[in-house]
């Protein structure tokens, strides 16, 4: 079946630090990929995605890259903002099921000011 | 445009209890998914509905059905409730593509908090 492993949280960085949210993924085909972020108390929001190899999502300053050789998607971002703070959940979709989506575990992301 | 509204937003009921959860999806989408998210399992998928049918399900006790109106707002239900079944419940709407192979992204509410007690 379907899965996602996301890098173990919580990570803590300082206002304007680099982010690197590790995320790697087991699917049968061709799956789309996405990275969602939830803040406190309210329910996901779409940051980017990817539906097929190389292509690199980005929004609001954060980038991943869908790399099918190392079955990875890694979101980054070069300087993050205490506004931020929030948990990021990788995701995968396949063609067999388009619209069910497979989450990693979620990382908590926390930025100091 | 309107996102995904759910309601109610906070529920509190007893073990053995049933439970209604509401979905309004986005206007023109029309497909609509549910999801229960808690601490220990995470994000896990339901089931979804798109034109009135359940088209997909997860792996979840017969205790938790759905079913999608003809304005392809949704309800789920849960019966005979257990304290495990406290959990923010998350809906998500999208475009339905005409065929497989497509990839629309979903649109999640802000999720109703239930809490059994």
């Known amino acids: 079946g379907n899965s996602v492993t996301q890098m173990e949280g919580p990570v803590t960085l300082s206002e304007e630090a680099f982010l690197t949210i590790n995320c790697t993924y087991t699917?049968?085909?061709?799956?789309?990929l996405f990275w969602y972020v939830q803040y406190p108390g309210e329910g996901l929001q779409l940051l980017l995605k990817a539906t097929k190899a190389d292509d690199k999502g980005s929004n609001k300053g954060f980038e991943a890259t869908y790399r099918k050789e190392t079955t990875s998607f890694h979101l980054e971002k070069g300087s993050v903002q205490v506004s931020d703070s929030a948990v990021y959940f990788c995701?995968?979709?396949?063609?067999?099921?388009?619209?069910?989506?497979?989450f990693g575990s979620g990382t908590q992301l926390t930025v100091l000011p | 445009k309107a996102g995904v509204t759910q309601t109610p937003r906070y529920l509190i009921k007893t073990r053995g209890q049933q439970v209604t959860l509401s979905c309004s999806p986005i206007?023109?989408?029309?497909?609509v998914s549910w999801y229960q998210q808690t601490p220990g399992q995470g994000l896990q998928f339901l089931f979804e509905y798109f034109s009135e049918t359940q088209r997909n399900k997860g792996n979840f006790p017969g205790r938790f059905s759905g079913r999608q109106f003809s304005n392809s707002r949704s309800e789920m239900n849960v019966s005979t409730l257990e304290l495990g079944d406290s959990a923010l419940y998350l809906c998500?709407?999208?475009?339905?593509?005409?065929?497989?192979?497509?990839?629309?992204?979903?649109?999640f509410g802000p999720g109703t908090r239930l809490t059994v007690t």
């Open positions: 206007s023109g989408h029309r497909s």
């Open positions: 699917a049968t085909g061709y799956p789309s």
């Open positions: 995701a995968l979709s396949d063609r067999g099921s388009a619209r069910q989506l497979t």
């Open positions: 998500a709407s999208s475009l339905a593509p005409p065929q497989l192979g497509s990839s629309y992204e979903q649109y």
